[in-house]
């Protein structure tokens, strides 16, 4: 599990819309959680029976929890404005296409004169599967051969799971062209932190 704020450093390297300095958690392989399940109603879906996907050794009914604190200082404004960073959103996922950001003009609204920021959640399993909106088809092995994963599809899967995608490049790992194909392995979360100077 791997959150991203949205609030990194952007002037390291202002083209990149995401900047990886504030992403917390683990991208390690050898990581292992128990499923989340959560409730239904208001039995805990986690209890002993015959599915090992319930099991309490696997399986954990409560929710999981992060904290941060976000800052948006004159200086931090002006140097969003000076480096061109407006907000943009994806019109396929409705995601901000960068975090940190500011200004109304790419649809976000009440953000002139603010820092606006979008924080993210990725997640991936053991068999290769992670969250997110993937429609490029573009899954490769560790040896860059194809693997099968069928077009109609938006899982994201295999190596469409980077953790730096999507990075507003055009390169071969976070695929984003001109034909509309979106690899994106993160969760959004659909609204904006907004903080005024």
Same mark, same amino acid.
């Given at each position: 599990?791997?959150?991203?704020?949205?609030?990194? #450093?952007? &002037?390291?390297?202002?083209?990149?819309?995401?900047?990886?300095?504030?992403?917390?958690?683990?991208?390690?392989?050898?990581?292992?959680?128990?499923?989340?399940?959560? &409730?239904?109603?208001?039995?805990?879906? =986690?209890?002993?029976?015959?599915?090992?996907?319930?099991?309490?050794?696997?399986?954990?009914?409560?929710?999981?929890?992060?904290?941060?604190?976000?800052?948006?200082?004159?200086?931090?404004?002006?140097?969003?404005?000076?480096?061109?960073?407006?907000?943009?959103?994806?019109?396929?996922?409705?995601?901000?296409? #960068?975090?940190? =950001?500011?200004?109304?003009?790419?649809?976000?609204?009440?953000?002139?004169?603010?820092?606006?920021?979008?924080?993210?959640?990725?997640?991936?399993?053991?068999?290769?599967?992670?969250?997110?909106?993937?429609?490029?088809?573009?899954?490769?092995?560790? #040896?860059?051969?194809?693997?099968?994963?069928?077009?109609?599809?938006?899982?994201?899967?295999?190596?469409?799971?980077?953790?730096? =995608?999507?990075?507003?490049?055009?390169?071969?790992? =976070?695929?984003?062209?001109?034909?509309?194909?979106?690899?994106?392995?993160?969760?959004?979360?659909?609204?904006?932190?907004?903080?005024?100077?």
């Amino acid at each position: 599990m791997n959150v991203d704020w949205g609030d990194g #450093n952007f &002037l390291t390297n202002p083209a990149i819309p995401w900047p990886t300095d504030s992403q917390s958690g683990s991208d390690a392989s050898d990581n292992f959680y128990k499923n989340r399940r959560g &409730l239904e109603g208001r039995t805990e879906v =986690c209890r002993e029976g015959t599915d090992a996907g319930k099991l309490s050794t696997s399986c954990d009914s409560s929710y999981v929890s992060f904290n941060h604190g976000y800052s948006c200082t004159a200086k931090k404004l002006k140097q969003l404005q000076d480096t061109n960073r407006l907000c943009e959103i994806d019109p396929i996922t409705g995601a901000l296409k #960068n975090s940190p =950001c500011t200004g109304s003009g790419g649809g976000v609204p009440d953000a002139d004169g603010k820092c606006i920021f979008q924080p993210r959640v990725h997640i991936e399993d053991n068999w290769g599967w992670c969250t997110g909106y993937c429609d490029a088809d573009l899954n490769l092995d560790s #040896n860059r051969n194809t693997i099968e994963h069928p077009s109609s599809n938006t899982s994201c899967y295999a190596t469409e799971c980077n953790l730096s =995608c999507p990075d507003g490049q055009s390169g071969a790992e =976070c695929r984003e062209d001109n034909n509309g194909e979106t690899i994106n392995p993160w969760i959004n979360f659909d609204g904006y932190v907004r903080v005024s100077p």
